[in-house]
């Protein structure tokens, strides 16, 4: 018989159940600030879509993109701005994991405009908020319990008479 400590049905699972819970408690702090700095730089830029106190946007549209834009570059910016609002609130308040991808995503793109428009620096900024994005997906996503688990907890909890 195995004893208590190395047998894993027992104690070594539970071990490995306070590992990561202290795991996930010394990473809440980090996981916070992430999706507090990516929601709010998604809300503001996409509000400031309409005011362009942080920047002129509009020149930072590549020209060969807007050959493509089938709408003015003024208008353009003005949907960006409400998807990149919408993002931020999802990150901020509705589903972290899914607002992070697609603010991931969509950074990757802004990325490619900027290339095509010659902002290198610009872009490996928004390469690395990519990044940034997408890793605050995994870390939301992997601290949401699965519904699977929810599930069996539940089942567990229940009292048949």
């Not at 159940?17 to 507090?36: C, P």
């Not at 920047?55 to 493509?68: L, R, V």
């Not at 996503?141 to 009292?159: D, I, L």
Request: charged share 15%.
């Amino acid at each position: 018989m195995c004893k208590p400590r190395t047998d894993v049905t027992s104690g070594g699972l539970a071990t490995l159940f306070s590992w990561r819970q202290q795991m996930e408690t010394r990473l809440n702090g980090t996981v916070t600030a992430l999706r507090v700095a990516i929601g709010l730089m998604a809300t503001l830029a996409g509000l400031d879509k309409f005011f362009n106190l942080l920047a002129n946007w509009e020149a930072y549209i590549a020209p060969i993109t807007q050959q493509f834009l089938p709408i003015s570059a003024r208008a353009f910016m003005g949907v960006a701005g409400v998807i990149e609002f919408a993002v931020g609130i999802t990150i901020l308040a509705i589903r972290p994991s899914l607002g992070a991808y697609v603010a991931s995503a969509w950074l990757i793109l802004i990325a490619v405009n900027l290339v095509a428009g010659a902002h290198f620096d610009i872009a490996v900024r928004d390469v690395v908020l990519a990044v940034s994005a997408f890793a605050l997906g995994q870390f939301e996503a992997a601290r949401a319990p699965s519904p699977g688990a929810v599930h069996a907890r539940g089942a567990r909890r229940s009292v048949t008479a």
